[in-house]
């Protein structure tokens, strides 16, 4: 393997881990160890806004832990921060401000805050790209753990996996999920059935001229 490809594979792994901490942080806004872990990921991105993205929910999520035990992990990170949000960060560390809701050092891949004035829109939208790629991790994690026969992780995934399509409303998730993990003869219970009534409540119903 060129040294090329391995960058390349090096990074698949840093977004599988991002996107499964991000998921985490989701569910869990104020658990640092998450945070933490997402963050680390980010730092193996060539991209910058990962990195910000993330910074910005940990800073968010565990906002009574900034002014006093974040100054190892700043030093760690600053120099892959723009100067604005370098300086953000720090007035945030320094307690001259907080990062709200909606922040100007939030970025697309904040999953916790974000850049737009309509938060509950921004919170809830989700593109399609981004489902085909948790619906894959999902599927995968979800087969191997039925390969080592680990049915609490199974179950822990899939109470995961629920809980964020019902925040998010990714029914396209969802149903990639459900549609892969059919063909491969999943047992699906009750749980499945109520996400899946959960997600059809939330269609508005459409008009007809």
Known sequence: MSDSDLIKENEKVAHRVFRFYSRKVFL??????FHEQRINAALLLTEKEPLQGAVADFFYGCWFDIPYDVNNLFTRIKDRLTPEAKQGFRD???????????????????VLVSPSLNEQKQRLRISSDDAKEIAKDITSELMQARASHDWGTIEQIENEFFAYCTARNDRLAFSLVWFSLGKSDWQFDQRWDNCQQHLDQTIKPTTTS
């Not at 869990?28 to 160890?33: I, T």
């Open 28 to 33: 869990a806004s104020n658990n640092r160890y």
């Open 92 to 110: 945030c560390i320094d307690k001259k401000s907080y990062i709200q809701r909606n922040s100007m050092l939030a970025t697309r891949w904040s």
